[in-house]
């Protein structure tokens, strides 16, 4: 896989002409400009403004072939290569024709570019062309950053101390749970998958109730109805994570949907992994919030590795950002380790999903650093020095500390009163969950619908009688 | 378009009817269902349909019909033929407060997107401890229709029904379609609404009271469609029609049928089954579709539980065939029950001479 990479060469072959850059996402074409020489990978407008309109989207259908044709400026899609302006009429649009068969290749000759702002050592690019931040911005993204290494670290040693059933870390994609999290308002939903706890630290869930989650306790904003790691915040407008893969792909369209009909200057923003991208759902997302206008953010967390699936198993496409386009979807793709990257990306994604409504599609390169879970081990199907490398060379948290520090924010005084301090209040978080009562009895059957029924006011009254009569076989920690 | 909301949590009980003498009106289900999705969609601005062909097209039933033009594009969406989709986003909407009203062209489509029924729809109140409600409504024609084959005729009563966290109608005549349609859009729970394409086209007697925009049934309560007192009959849906004929024929060969009409799959009313079964002694459960862990199955069990020494006979179970449809007319009339069956059924449970071996 690395070998077919081609690496960005921090040059000026990139152009980083700011009208184009995150615009013009989509390299389909061998060149990055505007003209293309190849009759069959043609863009609408290949201009200047930043947002361009599709003019398909303002005509109605079944009225092509009308007045409004002829509003239609043709020699976009022609070029000199094609036979002089002959254009044929379709359901969907004319297209112009060429009397050369030729089959669109299954994979372009260059990989679709990279965003990137910081290099491997936290120096910004030259010609680098980011959103900037400010000091405190910064500090509380790096800070955020380093707690959810923190958390991620210490809950699973819980998990293997047999403490908690079940944990799943979040190693090497803490640049684009948090950058992500901190471009984003707190009016925007998010729809999650499972690996974006960061977004919700982000939004000022604290650690006490991250553990009461992980504990099922009755503190737990779940009411110990879930898995470890599935949590989920009204208040933070953070829908709770459900385990089935991508399902909150066409649920954040339609969220989405309802903010537009709302009228309210927030987007929909949902999160999945590459393997996730194969799913039904994942299609049925794309191609609904493009036609409906839908104003959400796919961001896509590209990791490597589906468990033990590795992209090149996953799909043959280059990646997920080239699918964006098959759905007419504006799409990027973004160093996922690159904070400073994922933080602008998802700044302007947001800008044009509001103000354009319409949806934006972000891949975010990143690595898995570790395993899928608690019931894993990745050292079964890949190389542990894979592994190392990217959990100690490529690691988004150093290299943005590096930056922020380099930037005169951060010192290791700082540093070290920051990793303690987190430490310390993880442990006492835990100790205090732990030895939190679990969920009350009445807890197993209210929510099940809006009011509880009578079958279920039944059970729950039958269920207390027999607990009175047999005391000696239910747990002594467990509240009526 | 934008009305004051009310809030109608509360339905009324309509169980008893007031008869009103002028009731001369006739409705068929299709325009009691187009009248209650107007009613409610003008009522609460946040109600919308989506589905396929349900805009232009005006429904592919006829359902819709009007309501786009009424309503314009951003109230009733047509959408592309992804049913996983459409699920999901309704339940997307709904989670965040709008209330969608899916149409499934029918439900042997639904299947497709069955993960968002239940693991989106049905557990996400309970999963998220009563953050997330999704107050939704699937509905769209179940069961058999005529001459449509396997894949269109299957009747999914009994897989939604199991599944906590669902409520599940199933309305008959005019009234049902209406009132329990109002109820089920008004319901904060996801409600699964099973419809019959045989039904759209018939029409039935509707009293000032049902035509009210604010008439409303409660979910959870069977009719009683006539009263009797050698046997009850259960049935849901179309079946209910069978039901009300076979009481007629056997009326003349002096068995009194008790007709029930479920109206609400789940909740069951088992109270009223059981009551009229203490009643009458004898149960007779009448579906279209397949036997083995059916609505009859579960009735069977309820009334076995709770009335088992008021029962005199052992409980008929009148189901459709334990095969895919066939598509060839004379065995598709064999594989759904017919009134002969149900007649028969009654007889048996009443110790008449019709031995076993002679049905068919």
């Not at chain 1, 732990?434 to 009254?461: G, H, M, T, W």
């Not at chain 2, 998220?128 to 229709?145: C, D, E, M, T």
């Not at chain 2, 189901?319 to 017919?338: C, H, I, S």
Request: proline share 5%; net charge neutral.
């Amino acid at each position: 896989m690395a070998s077919s990479w081609s690496l960005i060469k921090r040059s000026r072959t990139l152009i980083h002409h700011k009208k184009k850059l995150a615009f013009l996402g989509i390299g389909s074409a061998p060149t990055f400009s505007s003209s293309s020489s190849s009759p069959f990978m043609k863009r609408p407008c290949a201009a200047s403004a930043p947002y361009i309109n599709n003019h398909f989207r303002f005509l109605r259908r079944f009225e092509f072939t009308k007045a409004e044709a002829a509003q239609l400026e043709l020699q976009h899609y022609v070029t000199d290569d094609d036979d002089n302006n002959q254009v044929i009429d379709f359901p969907g649009g004319k297209v112009a024709f060429t009397s050369e068969m030729r089959f669109i290749s299954e994979s372009i000759q260059k990989r679709v570019p990279c965003y990137r702002v910081l290099d491997d050592n936290g120096m910004p690019m030259k010609y680098s062309n980011y959103v900037q931040i400010s000091k405190e911005m910064a500090v509380k993204m790096y800070s955020d950053m380093v707690t959810l290494q923190t958390m991620d670290s210490i809950f699973y040693e819980v998990q293997r101390q047999g403490r908690i059933s079940f944990y799943l870390t979040s190693m090497g994609e803490e640049a684009v749970n948090i950058a992500s999290a901190a471009a984003l308002s707190f009016d925007d939903v998010i729809l999650p998958q499972y690996r974006e706890p960061g977004v919700l630290l982000w939004r000022g869930f604290t650690l006490q109730q991250f553990v009461d989650q992980l504990f099922g306790n009755t503190s737990d904003l779940g009411k110990g109805r879930q898995m470890p790691i599935h949590y989920g915040s009204n208040k933070h407008n953070y829908f709770t994570v459900s385990s089935p893969i991508a399902t909150q792909l066409p649920q954040a369209v339609g969220a989405a949907y309802s903010l537009k009909i709302d009228g309210k200057s927030a987007c929909a923003v949902t999160y999945c992994g590459d393997g996730g991208t194969s799913e039904g759902d994942f299609h049925a997302g794309l191609n609904f919030a493009a036609v409906m206008d839908a104003p959400v953010i796919f961001i896509c967390r590209n990791n490597g590795w589906a468990i033990s699936t590795p992209v090149e198993e996953q799909f043959r496409s280059d990646g997920v950002v080239v699918k964006g386009q098959a759905y007419g979807i504006w799409s990027i793709r973004v160093d996922g380790n690159d904070a400073l990257a994922v933080y602008s990306a998802v700044h302007t994604a947001r800008e044009i999903a509001i103000k354009e409504k319409r949806p934006v599609l972000i891949e975010a390169l990143t690595y898995r650093v570790g395993h899928h879970s608690t019931s894993d081990d990745s050292t079964k199907y890949r190389p542990i020095d894979e592994i190392e490398y990217w959990k100690m060379e490529r690691n988004p948290v150093n290299r943005f500390k590096r930056w922020v520090e380099r930037n005169g924010w951060w010192s290791d005084h700082n540093e070290s009163e920051l990793r303690s301090s987190v430490r310390k209040q993880l442990m006492q978080a835990i100790q205090v969950a732990e030895k939190a009562q679990k969920p009350p009895l009445s807890d197993l059957f209210n929510d099940v619908y809006d009011r509880l029924p009578s079958n279920l006011e039944e059970q729950e009254r039958l269920l207390r009688e027999i607990v009175k009569k047999h005391p000696e076989d239910y747990p002594s920690d467990v509240p009526l | 378009m934008l009305r004051a909301i009310r809030h109608k949590s509360i339905c009324p009980a309509f169980g008893a009817f007031r008869a009103f003498a002028s009731a001369a009106k006739e409705m068929t289900v299709r325009e009691a269902l187009n009248s209650a999705l107007d009613e409610e969609m003008s009522a609460d601005p946040k109600v919308f349909l989506m589905g396929e062909e349900v805009g232009e097209y005006q429904g592919a039933y006829k359902i819709s019909k009007g309501l786009l033009d009424k309503y314009g594009p951003e109230r009733v969406l047509d959408t592309p033929i992804t049913e996983a989709g459409f699920a999901g986003i309704g339940v997307g909407a709904a989670y965040y407060g709008l209330r969608p009203v899916v149409e499934f062209m029918t439900f042997n489509f639904s299947m497709q997107a069955i993960d968002h029924i239940i693991n989106s729809a049905a557990k996400s109140n309970y999963m998220s401890a009563g953050q997330i409600s999704v107050p939704i409504v699937f509905r769209g024609p179940n069961g058999a229709a005529a001459g449509v084959g396997a894949q269109h005729s299957q009747c999914y009563a009994a897989w939604y029904a199991s599944c906590p966290g669902l409520k599940v109608l199933a309305p008959y005549s005019s009234e049902d379609a209406r009132g329990l349609l109002k109820a089920a859009i008004r319901d904060p729970d996801p409600v699964v609404f099973l419809e019959n394409e045989l039904l759209y086209g018939e029409s039935f007697p509707v009293s000032a009271e049902v035509l009210d925009s604010s008439f409303c049934l409660p979910i959870g309560k069977a009719k009683i469609e006539r009263e009797g007192k050698d046997v009850t009959i259960t049935a849901y849906s179309k079946m209910v029609g069978y039901a009300l004929k076979a009481a007629e024929i056997l009326a003349k060969e002096g068995v009194s049928a008790e007709v029930i009409n479920l109206r609400s799959i789940r909740p069951l009313d088992r109270t009223t089954i059981n009551a009229s079964v203490r009643k009458t002694n004898r149960l007779v459960t009448v579906e279209e579709g397949f036997p083995q862990h059916g609505v009859g199955a579960e009735i069977c069990t309820s009334v076995v539980e709770e009335s088992f020494g008021y029962l005199d006979a052992p409980v008929e179970r009148i189901a459709g065939a334990d095969v895919p449809m066939p598509y060839a007319a004379n065995l598709e009339r064999m594989a759904v029950p017919q009134v002969e069956d149900i007649v028969r059924a009654a007889k048996r449970a009443c110790h008449r001479s019709v031995p076993l071996a002679a049905t068919a």
